[in-house]
């Protein structure tokens, strides 16, 4: 089964309003969470690393203001989209790390449709 | 973390061995090789990952070369279902400081009748 689950698996919002997105680790603790974004037929980016306990690292180019997140807790990172616009349409994946075996397991995916 | 190199697709017979290369020459000692799979519209599934030596799993085997510089991904018998987006990854472990997966544009594989 799934060891780390993604919700919603896809959302439709009209544009101006904010999307949340949640990544939980299901049966290990994950003190570091990263957040994807792939546009069709393209292969993924990476978006920022979330740190528990800590702020979100960001990669160059993305706006921490517009892409939120917050690693609360151990098994939980979740990612707001603020003020969503057509160009944020987009399959939005978290992954996390099992520092048990070194393994990186991925969420299923977030399709958002900004209209 | 070191870039890889992959062929942007392959086809493979149903029932027959799929054997998926990658390049990455510049990998550093503390580097793992991971491979990882995308079916459409889905995230990543994990396939296996190696250090020096070759392993198997359930899923395919990892070959890495004595030099580390290439390793090949051997799935023993494809299906229709291994119709995928296949990404190979070079990075340091965990304990070794680094987390970040960086993907390319990976190998389209198409498994056919």
């Known amino acids: 089964g799934a060891v780390v689950s993604q919700h919603p698996s896809w959302v439709i919002c009209k544009s101006g309003t904010s999307v949340k997105i949640e990544c939980r680790s299901l049966?290990?603790?994950?003190?570091?969470m990263f957040w994807y974004r792939q546009f069709p037929k393209q292969s993924l980016m990476l978006m920022a690393t979330?740190?528990?306990?800590?702020?979100?690292?960001?990669e160059q180019g993305v706006e921490k203001d517009k892409f939120l997140i917050n690693h609360a807790s151990l098994t939980l990172s979740t990612l707001t989209v603020t003020s969503a616009h057509p160009e944020d349409s987009s399959f939005y994946i978290c992954?996390?790390?099992?520092?048990?075996?070194?393994?990186?397991?991925f969420g299923s995916g977030t399709q958002l449709s900004v209209l | 973390d070191a870039k890889t190199t992959q062929p942007p697709s392959m086809d493979c017979a149903e029932g027959r061995a799929a054997n998926l290369p990658c390049n990455h020459s510049?990998?550093?000692?503390?580097?793992?090789v991971y491979w990882y799979r995308q079916i459409h519209s889905q995230g990543p599934q994990y396939i296996i990952h190696?250090?020096?030596n070759n392993e198997t799993n359930e899923m395919a085997s990892l070959i890495i070369t004595e030099d580390r510089k290439s390793s090949t991904l051997i799935l023993p018998h494809a299906t229709l279902r291994d119709t995928a987006v296949y990404y190979c990854?070079?990075?340091?472990?965990?304990?070794?400081?680094?987390?970040?997966?960086?993907f390319g544009t990976g190998t389209q594989l198409k498994v056919e009748l």
């Open positions: 979330s740190n528990e306990g800590s702020k979100a690292t960001y």
């Open positions: 510049t990998i550093s000692g503390n580097e793992y």
């Open positions: 990854i070079v990075r340091v472990g965990v304990t070794g400081g680094g987390n970040k997966l960086t």
């Open positions: 049966d290990f603790q994950a003190t570091t």
């Open positions: 992954s996390a790390i099992n520092r048990d075996n070194e393994k990186l397991f």
């Open positions: 190696g250090l020096k």
